[in-house]
């Protein structure tokens, strides 16, 4: 079960990750841009399946601290060896990993890579959600929110945001499925603070990250840079 790591936050600026990179000429001006994590997907049914694009070693070379490696229902065995090999920072399952694999997987790769677990949000109630959130194992460091789908993310497609602000969530997440620029104004709708009758705060709702892909896109896999410039804008100007 995972306990409350929910940091202080107050009204910052979300962080930003874009995902689904496989343009070393992109990803240098990412890097320029100070996004704060890349994202790489290592399944091969999808898309932007990085290593059609990219080597382990030019992953490896990118000079960046928040390398996330996206992998669905992969072995722990190649996880591993993917990580070492392009030397991520952080992981993101996106399939149906369960404890038992978490488990293992942070026994292997230790403490100093962090664990992305994700949550596919589709029909079910706020209750559901919460009892799946509360099963988290304690050795995540942050949930991710997406879109169900078949195709394990990357449909452009959004949930219902406001199911959010009807749960407890003790651990900071991402937010994704289907971020864009007309729709970045609905985040205000989970930017919500609950406080105490003497004003403390208690929680907060805003996602400590933002995950954008498929918005930001001219076809999968090749970003729109100019795009994602004035996203990052529009968030910094919300905030």
């Given at each position: 079960?995972?306990?409350?790591?929910?940091?202080?936050?107050?009204?910052?600026?979300?962080k930003?990750?874009?995902?689904?990179?496989?343009?070393?000429?992109?990803?240098?001006?990412?890097?320029?841009?100070?996004?704060d994590?890349?994202?790489?997907i290592?399944?091969?049914?999808s898309?932007?399946y990085?290593?059609n694009?990219?080597?382990?070693?030019?992953?490896?070379?990118?000079?960046?601290?928040?390398?996330?490696?996206v992998?669905v229902?992969?072995?722990?065995?190649?996880i591993?060896?993917?990580t070492?090999?392009?030397?991520?920072?952080m992981?993101?399952l996106?399939?149906?990993?369960?404890?038992?694999?978490?488990?293992?997987?942070?026994?292997?790769?230790?403490?100093?890579i962090?664990?992305?677990?994700?949550?596919?949000?589709?029909?079910q109630?706020?209750?559901?959600?919460?009892?799946?959130i509360n099963q988290?194992?304690?050795?995540i460091?942050?949930l991710?929110?997406?879109t169900?789908?078949?195709?394990?993310?990357?449909?452009?497609?959004?949930?219902n945001?406001?199911?959010?602000?009807?749960?407890?969530?003790?651990?900071?997440y991402f937010?994704s499925?289907?971020?864009s620029?007309?729709?970045?104004?609905n985040?205000k709708?989970?930017?919500?603070?609950?406080?105490?009758e003497?004003?403390?705060l208690?929680?907060?709702?805003?996602?400590?990250a933002?995950d954008i892909?498929?918005?930001?896109?001219?076809?999968?896999?090749?970003?729109?840079?100019?795009?994602?410039k004035?996203?990052?804008?529009?968030?910094?100007?919300?905030?």
């Open positions: 079960m995972i306990e409350s790591q929910q940091p202080s936050t107050n009204n910052r600026q979300p930003l990750k874009v995902c689904g990179l496989t343009q070393l000429n992109q990803i240098r001006e990412l890097v320029a841009l100070k996004i994590f890349l994202g790489f290592f399944y091969e049914k898309p932007r990085v290593l694009y990219l080597s382990l070693k030019e992953i490896a070379e990118i000079p960046h601290f928040r390398k996330v490696g992998f229902n992969e072995s722990i065995k190649a591993v060896e993917i070492s090999e392009a030397q991520l920072d992981i993101q996106h399939g149906d990993e369960d404890e038992k694999f978490i488990l293992q997987l942070r026994q292997l790769i230790g403490e100093n962090k664990i992305i677990n994700v949550i596919r949000i589709g029909n109630s706020s209750d559901e959600l919460q009892k799946t988290q194992p304690s050795t460091n942050y991710l929110f997406d169900d789908s078949i195709a394990f993310g990357g449909t452009g497609k959004t949930f945001w406001n199911i959010l602000n009807d749960i407890e969530i003790p651990l900071p937010l499925g289907g971020i620029l007309e729709n970045v104004e985040l709708k989970i930017v919500k603070v609950n406080l105490h003497n004003k403390t208690t929680k907060l709702k805003q996602p400590f933002l892909n498929s918005k930001f896109e001219i076809e999968p896999g090749i970003k729109d840079v100019e795009k994602i004035e996203f990052k804008d529009s968030i910094k100007n919300e905030s």
